[in-house]
T-cell receptor, first 114, second 113 residues
């Protein structure tokens, strides 16, 4: 089973609206990361939030982390057509000793309609 | 694209043939990773490297081998390709093994017929 699961699987909004995507995970993490993937391209890192942080901002992006609920959310404000992409959360956990494991969810497909 | 080049970008091969995918980086990063991306599965780690000649298995390593003879190159080999290895393969790099974002290449689309 997946360590991180995004919700919803797909989201369609109008330009200018806000988009919120959620990620839930099962075990304690070291950090949680969000990535974007445009069609036919590799993933691009957006934000990394550590387990002792609750909120981070980057431009129009806001990420929250609630370790008690084992969940995170990614908010994109004032969306643009160029934000159309798949968004993935990835959870990093310590898998023993100096080994760390980064596990990706299946992603949320965001469509922003002009 | 953080100085990561994957080659080839597309490949069609027949079942049973060997295939080698190449990842080349110009960032001098220590860590390199190979992932595969399949519908319904997200990204899954195949193998990773933590230095020249130092590699380890990921969660879906069966049927794959890797080699890293230079810092900048990480090769993924399918010794005898099967149809289940049809996928998009991504290489990624990072400066450290934890608390560090990954930088991805643009992928290789492999079709095994």
């Amino acid at each position: 089973s997946q360590q991180g699961e995004e919700d919803p699987q797909a989201l369609s909004i109008q330009e200018g609206e806000n988009a919120t995507m959620n990620c839930s995970y099962k075990t304690s993490i070291n950090n949680l990361q969000w990535y974007r993937q445009n069609s036919g391209r590799g993933l691009v890192h957006l934000i990394l939030i550590r387990s002792n942080e609750r909120e981070k901002h980057s431009g129009r992006l806001r990420v929250t982390l609630d370790t008690s609920k084992k969940s995170s959310s990614l908010l994109i404000t004032a969306s643009r057509a160029a934000d159309t992409a798949s968004y993935f959360c990835a959870t990093e956990l310590n898998s023993g000793g100096s080994n760390y494991k980064l596990t990706f969810g299946k992603g949320t497909l965001l469509t922003v309609n002009p | 694209d953080a100085g990561i080049t994957q080659s080839p970008r597309h490949k069609v091969t027949e079942t049973g043939t060997p295939v080698t995918l190449r990842c080349h980086q110009t960032e001098n990063h220590r860590y390199m990773y190979w992932y595969r991306q399949d519908p319904g599965h997200g990204l899954r780690l195949i193998h990773y490297s933590y230095g020249v000649k130092d590699t380890d298995k990921g969660e879906v390593s069966d049927g794959y081998s890797v080699s890293r003879s230079k810092t900048e190159d990480f090769l993924l080999t399918l010794e005898s390709a099967t149809s289940s290895q049809t996928s998009v393969y991504f290489c990624a790099i990072s400066g450290t093994h934890y608390n560090s974002p990954l930088h991805f290449g643009n992928g290789t689309r492999l079709t095994v017929t």
